[in-house]
């Protein structure tokens, strides 16, 4: 028992040495400024919420965070598959009990979500059209004015390569280093539709995991699992990703760094 608790102690240790001197934290955030780090704090009370099952409190959280700062939500696909699939509809029951107690849980979970959510825009219901037109600024175009490095970014390059070899050009207008739409010269442009299709395919494994969750030893290293695969696969193929959305991979991924060192 003892040895059990000092390892939970070192650990627990180790997990807030990481978090708090993450690099990724330091260099991103800090310096960019832009308090990604109180949001990431949200995210980390949600996730402890989700590990001691305190689910209707982990998801209002969760929204909270959505409607701190929307890029959030590319983590909505392992919040929501966890939640109906574990929580939900994950009961030892009759199934007369099943379907009963599933359809409350359901109610209780978009209770908190539409409560939190309404709480929030109705100080701006006057303002919502604008509001949700600066959410989604698609004119902003497909790569950041400095390029994460994700596909986007080789596809970039790639045309940027072709266009002087092939066309005997400059190059396209992405590499500016503004913020704007542009446009490649050789390959073909790249709409935020294709991105979004591109995003959710690559989100499916992170989302399969998810379901499986009830099947595993340990559900809540699944569900950060299935977390950081999906925030991955945003940063990796999602429209105008900046590089601070790293932050969303790699913080949860420390959980798993803790839990099963061997995956790192």
Known sequence: VTTLRENLKYRTIALSLLVVCNSGLLLVDHIHFQYNGMLLGILIFSLVAMKREYFITSAALFTVLLLFKHIFVYLAPAYFVFLLTHYCFH????????????????????????????????????????????LFPFKRGLTHAYWAPNIWALYNTADTVLTKLVLSQSGSTLTRGLVGEGSHLYLPSVSPLVTLVCTLIAMLPGIIIGMRANRSNNPFLTFVTSLTLCGFAAFLFGWHVHEKAILMVIIPFTLVAIEQPAVT
């Open 91 to 134: 009961t030892r029951h009759s199934k007369h009990s099943m379907v009963t107690i599933a359809t409350l849980r359901v109610l209780a979970l978009s209770l908190t979500v539409l409560s939190v959510t309404l709480l929030s825009l109705l100080p701006f219901l006057s303002h919502l059209p604008q509001l949700l037109s600066r």
